[in-house]
């Protein structure tokens, strides 16, 4: 079993940054993508950000060159450093990883941790 727990979420103004952080707790195998998703209230949960086991990462159009993932093996926590901040980008932030393994493909996701932009 793979636990996750968020830190860093809070209030900033526009122009702003903060840093999330995602402990994972448990095995996650050699296999993964670990990314953030974040929700706006009325909004559909949206992918932010990823970074596959092989170190691949992505980002949605509105983050790119603003949010950078990263990653600490050895404390098995990944980052989510965010700069540039604006009031759209207001939301519950949640981590997750996708394990892959031969037979099943199998998500966790982290508690939620509430960013707030003020303009």
């Known amino acids: 079993q793979v636990q996750l727990v968020e830190s860093g979420g809070g209030l900033v103004q526009a122009g702003g940054s903060l840093r999330l952080s995602c402990a994972a707790s448990?095995?996650?195998?050699?296999?993964?993508?670990m990314a953030w998703y974040r929700q706006a209230p009325g909004k559909q949960r949206e992918v932010v950000a990823n970074?596959?086991?092989?170190?691949?990462?992505g980002y949605v159009d509105s983050v790119t060159g603003r949010f950078t993932i990263s990653r600490d093996n050895a404390k098995n926590t990944v980052y989510l450093q965010m700069n540039s901040l604006k009031p759209e980008d207001t939301a519950v932030y949640y981590c997750?990883?996708?394990?892959?393994?031969?037979?099943?493909?199998?998500?966790?996701w982290g508690q939620g941790t509430q960013v707030t932009v003020s303009s």
């Open positions: 448990g095995s996650i195998g050699s296999i993964y993508v």
């Open positions: 970074l596959s086991s092989g170190g691949r990462t």
């Open positions: 997750n990883v996708r394990i892959i393994s031969v037979l099943t493909t199998s998500d966790y």
